[in-house]
């Protein structure tokens, strides 16, 4: 029985309980907020989102963009396009949104080859809302030959009222771009000046591991949610300690008035005190906006006049070269919540994961799962296999938690085995890699634990894949540990799983939690072998 032949050890993000089809990614996408609600599927849907593109579809293309913006996307999209045909197609199609799509996507993918097509249709676009993406794009990519087309580019006047907001927007748009050329001082976090409320963003439901970890390392949670944690804490380096959370954000308002300038004012205020105060080096400070919001808003008007309110000699929106993710998210009951994301603060918890699969868990999700386990776990210097170990994130993590004897991880594909072994020597990890089909890996002696991201069923491989595969990895968990020995299983074949393992009456479920990946809700399953 084969494991998967596309290297992956890792659960992916693929669409709810059956796999996606071209047919229903065009349907999705065609939706109100279709490319952003499609992200939470991206890795089933990217394929088919690009062969809609090709076909000459413009929320194809958009969702495209919102992938681009993840380095693994950009550089399969660049691979793909190859001499950029395609995309320069794309540029001079007769559907106006398709034009503005395509020339978001050269912004985000940054071929220097592309800034002649850009320059060609920008002076030949005749509709002025799709101007603004070509300006934008061109700042984004940069260089001379771009610097000098947006220098001798003449914003046309607004020929009546209604034109007027294009005219606005494509102004906007050219002072943007010209920032992109600007040369920022760059600027060294210190410490923040006095305490924060600071939201530390969790694995779904995983996030009393987390508060866990943060009381052991000396903070205390002033709420927990699902979700998140929230600290009071002027000591915003030091929570980089812990490892199970994806990012973290300084709170500047909470369930606040969503009207835009009263956001921008408040943003403005917060920030104008606080950066100076925590960064060596002088103002301007570079920002990036990002909306998110529940519903139906206009994002670019949202944006526009907070930029408006907020830019000075302090702040500058500059999203090609910006040190500060301002972010906000609108509720379905009109509050909003602003967060600054501070990139001048290095997270190198990650660092070693030097590449990993289209389909790998995120890092501080393993993290939070071993944690969740870890008084199941067999402590210090247990001997732990992965069976499907990927690029050998989980096997790390489970290390990163407490020392092992020993860590060996399986996989059938060897791109993944070459993977694994780089990112665990970058780690200084001690585990060692097997390139076999697991269902022939048999242990020389038997393990303490295991830890396992199951195939999902639905990028890679299927549920009646699933089902043999599953079958045998119980039948062999108590060939592979000892007595007593924990596994920690993580899948989206959730009913699969649990009825597979109250059929062995040599495995024993001690605990389970349901959580969250890409819009999916994958469980973990903790047993032991024996009863």
């Not at 804490?233 to 008035?257: H, K, P, Q």
């Not at 092992?404 to 996989?411: E, N, R």
Request: charged share 25%; with cysteine; proline share 6%.
């Amino acid at each position: 029985m084969s494991l998967h032949k596309n290297g992956r050890g890792s659960g992916g993000s693929p669409a709810a309980h059956r796999a996606l089809t071209k047919e229903m990614v065009a349907q999705r996408l065609s939706l109100p907020n279709g490319p952003e609600h499609m992200m939470h599927y991206s890795s089933e849907a990217f394929p088919f989102a690009y062969e809609l593109f090709c076909e000459g579809n413009p929320a194809a293309c958009a969702f495209l963009c919102r992938c681009a913006r993840q380095e693994k996307y950009a550089r399969q999209l660049n691979s793909l396009l190859g001499g950029r045909g395609p995309l320069r197609s794309a540029l001079l199609s007769d559907q106006p949104k398709l034009r503005k799509n395509a020339a978001v996507l050269m912004g985000q993918l940054r071929d220097p080859s592309d800034v002649k097509y850009l320059k060609q249709a920008l002076l030949a676009e005749g509709t002025r809302y799709v101007r603004p993406s070509m300006l934008l794009s061109l700042g984004a990519i940069g260089g001379d030959e771009a610097k000098a087309a947006l220098a001798s580019y003449a914003v046309q006047p607004a020929k009546s009222e209604e034109e007027r907001v294009h005219f606005d927007a494509e102004t906007e748009a050219l002072k943007t771009a010209m920032r992109s050329f600007l040369t920022f001082e760059k600027h060294a976090f210190t410490a923040l000046p006095r305490p924060c409320e600071i939201e530390l963003r969790s694995p779904d439901r995983l996030s009393d591991p987390l508060a866990r970890e943060l009381s052991e390392h000396g903070f205390r949670p002033s709420a927990v949610h699902r979700s998140d944690v929230h600290v009071h804490t002027a000591d915003m380096a030091g929570l980089f300690a812990c490892r199970c959370f994806t990012e973290a954000l300084i709170e500047v308002s909470a369930n606040s008035n969503s009207d835009p300038r009263s956001m921008g004012i408040k943003a403005k205020g917060f920030l104008e005190k606080l950066l100076p105060e925590c960064h060596t080096g002088k103002p301007p400070f570079g920002y990036r906006l990002e909306i998110r919001g529940e519903g139906n808003i206009d994002r670019l008007a949202i944006a526009r006049r907070m930029i408006g309110v907020m830019d000075g000699e302090i702040l500058l929106n500059c999203p090609n070269n910006y040190e500060i993710e301002l972010r906000v998210e609108i509720k379905s009951n009109g509050g909003a919540f602003i967060y600054a994301k501070l990139l001048t603060i290095k997270d190198e918890r990650f660092s070693y994961r030097l590449s990993a699969l289209p389909a790998s868990m995120h890092p501080a999700t393993a993290a939070a799962i071993v944690k969740y386990a870890e008084f199941f776990l067999g402590g210090k210097d247990a001997r732990v296999l992965d069976p499907c170990c990927g690029s050998g994130t989980f096997l790390i993590e489970r290390e990163k938690l407490f020392p092992c004897a020993g860590l060996t991880g399986v996989d059938i594909s060897d791109k993944a085995i070459d993977i694994a072994r780089a990112n665990a020597k970058a780690a200084g990890s001690i585990a060692r890699f097997v390139h076999n089909d697991c269902m022939r890996f048999s242990a020389e002696r038997p393990y303490d634990e295991l830890v396992a991201n199951l195939p999902f069923g639905n990028r890679v491989g299927s549920h009646k894949s699933n089902e043999r595969l599953y079958s045998g990895i119980l039948e062999s968990i108590p060939k592979w540990l000892r007595p007593g020995g924990v596994a920690i299983l993580y899948t989206m074949e959730y009913t699969l799983l649990k009825k597979l393992i109250r059929e062995r009456p040599g495995l024993r479920l001690v605990t389970e939690v349901r959580t969250e990946a890409g819009g999916l809700m994958p469980a973990v399953f903790v047993i032991k072998t024996g009863r």
